[in-house]
């Protein structure tokens, strides 16, 4: 019973020097303030010409058996396709693209700046002001019950950013083109069967005449003044 824990009377906790914590209303875990001032000129003049001149055909043939755990069965497939295909483009596909572009973007005022009387310099990885004094960063605690007093994470952000922001595009693109691609095919398959016999023939003809009597032409010019 000599050994049982007990706790401690007022005054033994006198004694010790304890100090109560703060209301958890009063020490916030964490303090966050952050100023956020911008101004972005942004300016993306986009010019873009497309010419084409195409001739497409894609004449598709196809046959498809299957005898599937079947037994004494057969399984054709037949496909003949004839294609006689003829294409011809007589023209001139031009894409002519000019952009002028003009963008001022005058560097906008977002606060005040550092007066040169409190402008600062680093020597030897320090700051010091322009008297050779070093800015007040204030006593710092020697108590240290001070450390539960306030936040216990305190964060201060000040963001002033002034961005001027120009993409000017400049692009043509000009193309003839033939395109043919007749395809023809036949399909055949016995699977777990058994004296059956899958046939598949595919026959094709095909004639293609392709020809282009014409120019593709494409040009671009940009000018673009550009003031930020």
Same mark, same amino acid.
């Given at each position: ?49 497309? &010419? $084409?001149? +195409?001739?497409? !055909? =894609? %004449? *598709?043939?196809? @046959?498809?058996? /299957? #005898? ?91 963001? &002033? $950013?002034? +961005?001027?922001? !120009? =993409? %000017? *595009?400049?692009? @043509?693109?000009? /193309? #003839? ?52």
């Amino acid at each position: 019973m000599d050994h049982e824990m007990r706790p401690l009377t007022d005054d033994e906790l006198l004694a010790e020097q304890a100090t109560a914590l703060p209301d958890k209303e009063v020490a916030s875990v964490l303090d966050l303030n952050a100023d956020l001032d911008l101004g972005i000129d942004a300016a993306a003049p986009i010019d873009l010409a497309v &010419a $084409a001149n +195409a001739n497409v !055909a =894609a %004449p *598709i043939d196809a @046959a498809a058996s /299957a #005898n599937i755990l079947s037994y004494g069965s057969d399984a054709q497939a037949l496909a003949d396709q004839g294609v006689v295909i003829e294409q011809g483009i007589t023209a001139d596909a031009n894409a002519a693209s000019t952009q002028d572009s003009t963008i001022d973007q005058s560097n906008d005022t977002i606060d005040g700046g550092t007066p040169d009387s409190e402008a600062t310099e680093t020597v030897d990885g320090g700051t010091v002001l322009p008297d050779g004094s070093l800015p007040d960063v204030g006593a710092l605690p020697t108590d240290p019950t001070a450390a539960l007093d306030g936040d216990l994470l305190n964060v201060n952000v000040d963001l &002033a $950013a002034d +961005a001027d922001i !120009a =993409a %000017p *595009i400049n692009g @043509a693109v000009a /193309a #003839n083109a033939n395109v043919a691609a007749p395809i023809d095919a036949a399909v055949a398959a016995n699977i777990g069967s058994i004296d059956s016999q899958a046939y598949a023939v595919a026959e094709q003809d095909a004639i293609i005449s392709q020809n282009i009597d014409g120019e593709a032409n494409a040009s671009a010019d940009q000018q673009s003044d550009l003031q930020q």
